[in-house]
């Protein structure tokens, strides 16, 4: 008998007592393993989540929780065959696994590069500039994102058992929020080997990821205002979850990703001649046999001018009739089985509905050729298309996961936008078009019903990455229909998970909270220029004082004649003093930057290893000749990086004149080695 999936709880793997239910392979029926619906104990779990997993993640500071996830990426790589193996008996070819097990890898590594590089190595994240909320500057304000000390619990569809997990799992963990993940059950026996392998790993923090295998009752219950749902499956379900108590009145966060009815819009300008029209029919096809349609970002709606209608069905028809249907570990097979036998059953209850107002013009419902395995056996499925009739509402209401998809027509741009937004929210849309009126006609249309949006033309397509490939950079989710969630998105889905909070106080005491000097704060003047301090010994507040430098008319003119830099402020005296903002001959503002570089650097090779560019830079007033300009440099946030011998070091400098007025302002960035700690 196959073996009883475990769970991993509370730092130990959990077998049910009872045989549980088969889960079959979905190319031959065979049992791959059972499930039981006797699951650990999920109190414990969120518990355990809560008092060890949460700690040890907040512990550590940003740049080393994205450092494991790298580590956690690398280490699944080396077991990519064995993922292969049981994601075929999913019913996904290769080219479906390489989205599902290698679009998860790739997840954990952009997560990993975006909390190296634009997250502080800290574990506070500030949001926006320092709010200033008195005259004298005594009292202000700063947004800061801060840790929950709670749980994410991530209930993930059977579709995408491995990338699924792992893109919720990224920004969790690097907002320092332990995870529970609850994988659907047709396919959870290959989300156990993945979590089993990470587990083995050692790489994580005990606590900071948890396996549910089986029913997740009482789960919510046990949840609170600190805690996380993320849910990706049907509107139904979610519906059941927005209306659990501790969600709607308990404070329990819950974002939902449900059903889509995707589109892909063919502008009115495409003919058949053009690249952009075989651009749309391979995307579509793709859409439809890419893990046999069940995507949540597959095309169901195939929106097309009237005109175009006939030449796209028939293109359609032509490269569906050589898609092959099959095994998915068959090397001639390009579209694997169904999930199950239950999920095709309820594609066809779906083409039924939908085809009470649309004709079939492609593929049998019933009935398809089937290679390299037994037809009867296997959960497999022909591609469906449909032609919907003028003012069709099922193709906007109904949806078949599974590789189906419907044509509808439109006359006008208007109502190509309107037709999209039957769909009453959506993850992602395409348009394909070459017009960039079109384009902008159609993209601020539909914007508003749609998550992510891809315009598809000649000029991008050879790098593009489709219309169903959600990218960890980019947000996923969608308006009504589709949730109304969002996941990932880089650094924003990071922040999703963290609470963001104004703090007010003194400009000493919201540089102590934070780490990160404040203006209006302490500065440390010292004999010992800061430039000459190594990382180990550098603080926040370490301040470089310059002496004063006088701006001649000879810097000016020798500045303008060695950089070509003549504008007339510069040059032009009548000029210049007709001008309202200048009244005269002024220095150029990267002139009055590069001789502040001259009064705070120290030229003697030290620590500082490199200048690596400079942010937020602002000229305030007008520098003119004889003025006498002082520079400030306060060390504003000190970054160690990981697995590095350097940091990085941000610099506050205000440069002021005779008056003590400020002429320009902007951040410095160096590169500093770390010491002796």
């Given amino acids: 008998m196959s073996q009883v999936l475990e769970s991993y709880a509370q730092g130990s793997w959990f077998t049910p007592t009872d045989e549980g239910t088969p889960l079959a392979d979905a190319n031959t029926g065979e049992t791959v393993a059972r499930i039981s619906r006797n699951g650990p104990d999920v109190a414990g779990m969120i518990d355990h989540a809560r008092s060890v997993g949460g700690p040890a993640l907040r512990a550590l500071t940003f740049h080393q929780r994205a450092n494991l996830l790298k580590e956690v990426a690398k280490h699944l790589m080396g077991h990519k065959d064995e993922f292969y193996a049981l994601s075929h008996r999913t019913g996904a070819t290769a080219r479906d696994t390489m989205v599902d097990v290698d679009g998860g890898f790739g997840t954990l590594f952009g997560f990993s590069s975006k909390g190296r590089r634009e997250l502080p190595n800290s574990t506070v994240i500030l949001d926006g500039p320092l709010e200033r909320l008195s005259k004298g500057g005594t009292f202000v304000a700063q947004h800061v994102y801060t840790s929950r000390p709670g749980v994410a619990v991530q209930i993930n569809a059977f579709n995408f058992p491995v990338w699924g997990m792992l893109e919720k799992l990224a920004p969790a963990f690097l907002a320092g929020l332990p995870s529970i993940v609850k994988p659907a059950g047709q396919t959870a026996y290959l989300t156990v080997a993945v979590v089993r392998r990470i587990i083995e790993s050692g790489l994580l923090p005990e606590g900071s990821l948890q396996l549910l295998v089986g029913s997740h009752r009482g789960l919510l219950d046990q949840l609170g205002p600190q805690d996380i749902v993320g849910f990706t499956g049907s509107a139904a379900t979610g519906a059941i979850l927005r209306n ?10 819950l974002n939902v990703e449900a059903d889509s009815l995707n589109c892909s819009i063919l502008g009115p300008d495409v003919t058949v001649e053009d690249p952009e029209f075989d651009l749309f029919v391979k995307q579509v096809v793709t859409e439809m046999t890419v893990k046999a349609g069940q995507k949540c970002t597959a095309i169901r709606r195939v929106i097309v001018p009237s005109s175009m209608a006939e030449a796209v069905t028939e293109a359609l028809v032509a490269r569906l009739s050589r898609v092959t249907v099959g095994a998915a570990d068959h090397p001639d097979v390009r579209m694997g089985a169904l999930v199950s036998l239950d999920q095709r059953e309820e594609v066809r209850k779906a083409v039924k509905a ?9 593929g049998d419902p019933e009935r398809v050729e089937v290679t390299g395995a037994d037809d009867g056996s296997g959960a497999f499925m022909s591609p469906i298309l449909l032609r919907a009739e003028p003012g069709a509402r099922e193709p906007h209401e109904v949806e078949a996961f599974g590789p189906v998809s419907t044509i509808i027509t439109y006359d006008t741009v208007a109502e190509a936008v309107e037709t999209a937004a039957l769909g009453k929210g959506s993850l992602v849309g395409s348009l394909v ?16 019903w749609h998550g992510r949006l891809l315009v598809l033309d000649r000029d991008d397509a050879a790098e593009s990455t ?11 989710g969608g308006p009504g229909r589709a949730g109304g969630g969002e996941e990932m998105g880089g650094v924003r889905g990071v922040k999703h998970h963290m609470q963001r909070t104004a703090i007010q106080g003194s400009p000493d005491m919201i ?3 934070t780490g990160h000097w404040t203006t209006g704060s302490r500065r440390a003047v010292g004999d010992e220029h800061p430039f000459r301090k190594d990382l180990s010994r550098l603080r926040v507040g370490d ?17 303008a004649e060695f950089t070509g830099d003549t504008f007339y402020a510069h040059t032009d005296e009548e000029a210049a003093a007709a001008n309202p903002l200048f009244g005269g001959i002024v220095a150029h503002g990267y002139l009055v930057v590069s001789l502040a570089a001259g009064l705070f650097v120290d030229p003697a090779p030290g620590p500082v290893l490199a200048n690596f560019g400079v942010d937020h830079l602002r000229f305030l007033t007008p520098v003119k000749e004889d003025a006498v300009i002082k520079v400030t440099l306060t060390a504003k946030q000190i ?6 011998d350097y940091g990085e070091v941000r610099w506050d400098a205000i440069v002021t004149d005779q008056d003590g007025e400020a002429v320009a302002t902007y951040d410095v960035l160096t590169l500093v080695a770390k010491g002796d700690a």
């Fill in 639 to 644: 970054t160690p990086r990981t697995n590095a």
């Fill in 466 to 476: 489709g219309h169903g490939s959600p990218l960890p950079v980019l947000v996923h």
């Fill in 244 to 253: 659990h108590p501790n969600v709607v009145s308990g404070g329990v966060q």
């Fill in 354 to 362: 939908l085809r009470t107002s649309s004709a079939l013009v492609f």
């Fill in 433 to 448: 078009t070459h017009d960039e009126v079109v384009a902008r006609e159609v993209v601020l249309g539909v914007a508003p």
């Fill in 511 to 513: 540089t102590a909270v």
């Fill in 543 to 559: 301040t470089i004082a310059s002496a004063e430098r006088t701006v001649t008319r000879a810097d000016i003119d020798h500045f």
